[in-house]
């Protein structure tokens, strides 16, 4: 054949190639995967990730090289090319030069400045297919050295400054963190977590059993009814109780929701005509709380003191309704907000009441 016709078939050829390839391109899909790489290399990277997800292992490799060679300080692309070398585990076992190809290159991103999870994580697979596939390149690496190699893989996994950062905000999940890690040490990965989700079950509750709850005031100069502890300057209405409950009412805080109620209304300083419930918090009502709400009524009625409820939600009053509750208590027992069972409970009864915004002068609430 004749150069010419040479060089028009291999045009030809290439032309075919690169459609190909670009169609190929298009049913790679769309991915976002950012990085602190350099933004000029990004779609490039991204472009690699959705090829080595394809399989396209030997294309993918090519194009993370790519990027290594515009960004060398781009470490994640070295951890592709890790993953390009290991290729398919499940289908595949890797040979030891493609095992040892690997773990150079997540040495070299280590160098570069690596330090997500995501490498420890990749060191870690590494280590063990150099053991399973590759045990001869180790053997006559002691014992001791091996056990380094393993342990300074596995540190990459830990973030001892999330766990300092933990145990300065909030001591028990760090010491949930503990028990965890030293569960799955102990008793494997599946029961050492089973137990740290029942700890953390068990905390959940305790904290809706016991659950913070407050009595409200007028403070002055501050919109809203607000916690008398926490601003203890907040006056009380005469006559009107207002508590907070901070929770579900369920099962194992219905007795204590009772209690705190009625402590409430022995300490308040005038005698109680009206104690009303703010339950913006309550979520929901089961049926052993509806029984103690019809305990705290009767109760409360028998002192002369009308029991009602502001800010309930739609939900939670559903099932008043089925309960049979809401027609006991009267759609007047139910407030949409604090400020309007206040109101009403101002119109029924002649108290020595004067609110701070009743005496402030009207403002300009035009915007600047």
């Not at 079950?201 to 659950?211: S, Y």
């Not at 926490?230 to 009380?236: E, G, H, K, S, V």
């Not at 139910?334 to 009403?344: D, R, Y």
Request: hydrophobic share 50%.
């Amino acid at each position: 054949m004749k150069p010419k016709y040479l060089i028009l078939v291999a045009g030809i050829t290439a032309a075919l190639s690169c459609g190909a390839f670009a169609q190929q391109d298009e049913k790679l899909g769309k991915l976002s995967f950012p990085t602190s790489c350099d933004p000029k290399v990004q779609a490039e990277f991204e472009r690699g990730v959705a090829m080595l997800h394809s399989y396209w292992f030997i294309y993918a490799r090519r194009t993370f090289e790519g990027v290594l060679q515009q960004d060398p300080t781009c470490a994640i692309a070295y951890w592709g090319v890790a993953m390009d070398y290991l290729g398919n585990t499940l289908a595949t076992t890797p040979t030891q030069a493609d095992a040892r190809a690997a773990w150079d290159a997540l040495e070299k991103a280590r160098a570069a400045g690596a330090k997500t999870q995501v490498t420890g994580v990749v060191g870690a697979i590494v280590v063990a297919l150099l053991l399973v596939c590759a045990p001869n390149l180790l053997k006559d690496l002691p014992s001791s050295a091996l056990a380094a190699v393993v342990i300074a893989a596995a540190i990459g996994l830990f973030e001892f400054a999330d766990l300092r950062r933990i145990f300065r905000i909030q001591q028990w999940e760090f010491w949930l963190s503990i028990v965890c890690l030293v569960g799955v040490a102990v008793f494997g990965a599946i029961p050492g977590i089973g137990l740290a989700v029942v700890i953390a079950v068990i905390e959940f509750l305790w904290d809706g059993w016991r659950p913070h709850f407050a009595v409200l005031g007028r403070a002055e100069g501050v919109k809203g009814y607000h916690d008398i502890t926490r601003y203890p300057d907040a006056r009380q209405i005469p006559g009107l109780v207002l508590f907070r409950w901070d929770a579900p009412l369920f099962f194992a805080n219905a007795g204590l929701f009772k209690e705190r109620v009625l402590d409430a209304a022995k300490q308040s300083p005038t005698a109680v005509r009206w104690l009303v419930v703010a339950a913006e918090p309550v979520t929901s009502v089961d049926v052993t709380s509806a029984d103690a709400l019809v305990e705290l009524d009767e109760t409360l009625h028998e002192s002369g003191v009308k029991l009602c409820f502001a800010e309930l939600k739609d939900p939670v009053k559903d099932k008043l309704k089925r309960f049979g509750l809401f027609s006991r208590f009267g759609e007047a027992s139910f407030f949409p907000t604090i400020g309007a069972a206040v109101g009403s409970y101002l119109d029924c009864h002649a108290v020595d009441w004067i609110d701070w915004e009743d005496r402030s002068p009207p403002r300009n609430h035009r915007l600047c």
